[in-house]
């Protein structure tokens, strides 16, 4: 059949919507379900206004082995963990544990652009473009 308006705003490759989280800093995790790259800057903003009052991070997940985390910084950029998870569900392990690439990038925009590259690439891809980001101090 002929594709629909919706389908030319979509690359190619990979599917835009991934599964979404919010990870609160007191541990608790509020499942998002699948949210298009359209949102992230609403639900990035929503954090960082969120620093001084409860505050949380966003991750994006393809499956329980495969995640990206922005936290919100006080100088209003985001610090990203990536990780690949050995075990165990997505939301059942803590903020920041285990290996993974650490980065950080200046602004919401930046940190936008940083989870549509990652909804675009396979993980390894992205490894590589994001071996490239300023490092997490």
Do not use: N, W
Not at 27 to 50: D, F, H, S, Y
């Amino acid at each position: 059949g002929r594709p629909g308006a919706a389908d030319f705003r979509r690359p190619m490759s990979m599917a835009t919507d991934l599964r979404a989280y919010r990870v609160y800093d007191d541990g608790a995790i509020e499942e998002l379900g699948r949210v298009p790259t359209a949102r992230l800057g609403e639900l990035l903003a929503q954090a960082q206004a969120a620093l001084h009052d409860r505050a949380h991070g966003i991750g994006l997940y393809r499956d329980q082995r495969d995640s990206r985390e922005a936290r919100p910084a006080d100088a209003g950029g985001c610090a990203f963990h990536s990780a690949r998870l050995s075990r165990g569900s997505v939301l059942s392990r803590l903020s920041g544990r285990g290996a993974g690439l650490d980065f950080s990038v200046a602004t919401v925009e930046q940190a936008v652009a940083a989870f549509v590259c990652y909804a675009g690439l396979a993980h390894d891809s992205f490894e590589r473009r994001a071996a490239d980001f300023p490092k997490v101090q």
